[in-house]
């Protein structure tokens, strides 16, 4: 449990441990757009509720926003951005949920995602808090840093089994 249980403690501690499991965090626009122009982006997924927010910010870089996956193109998709249902500080856990994630392919197939932790979403300090709190939504994924697999000689491959790269960004 992060030793600090201050909002601002919490968020320190998520950072801590998301970049532990290869995470990046970014705080404002200016980060998030620094971040995509890192990975020479051309267009991507972003969540109905985030793009008057965004919009100006990737228009003024030549980013393509798209609003709906259309998934027979689902390859176009360089990223996707949608918001966290909230964070868990003690394991540096990003919570994705029905409620709160406009699309589970924008959120899963594209190599880079960049979940928004809205600001009134909660950082948990522990997993059993989150558990506590999440109720009855019918869809839930723990998002521990870019997805992870390894083979029989226990080699540990990213971004197989989802985005390559994973951003948690708070704006």
């Not at 965004?54 to 996707?80: C, K, M, N, V």
Request: charged share 20%; aromatic share 8%; proline share 6%.
């Amino acid at each position: 449990m992060p030793s600090d249980t201050s909002p601002e403690g919490l968020w320190n501690a998520f950072k801590t441990r998301f970049d532990l499991v290869h995470g990046t965090c970014a705080e404002g626009a200016s980060e998030l757009l620094a971040a995509l122009k890192s990975q020479s982006v051309k267009a991507g997924y972003v969540d109905p509720e985030l793009k008057s927010k965004l919009r100006p910010w990737l228009q003024e870089a030549g980013i393509e926003i798209h609003t709906e996956i259309d998934a027979s193109q689902i390859d176009t998709y360089q990223f996707g951005i949608t918001q966290a249902a909230g964070i868990i500080a003690e394991t540096g856990t990003i919570i994705l949920s029905d409620k709160s994630t406009s699309s589970r392919l924008g959120a899963l197939s594209p190599w880079l995602h960049i979940a928004v932790l809205p600001e009134q979403a909660p950082i948990y300090p522990t997993l059993y808090d989150a558990m506590l709190d999440l109720g009855d939504d019918p869809y839930i994924v723990f998002v521990t840093g870019p997805s992870k697999t390894a083979d029989v000689e226990g080699i540990l491959i990213e971004g197989v089994h989802g985005p390559g790269i994973q951003i948690c960004c708070k704006l």
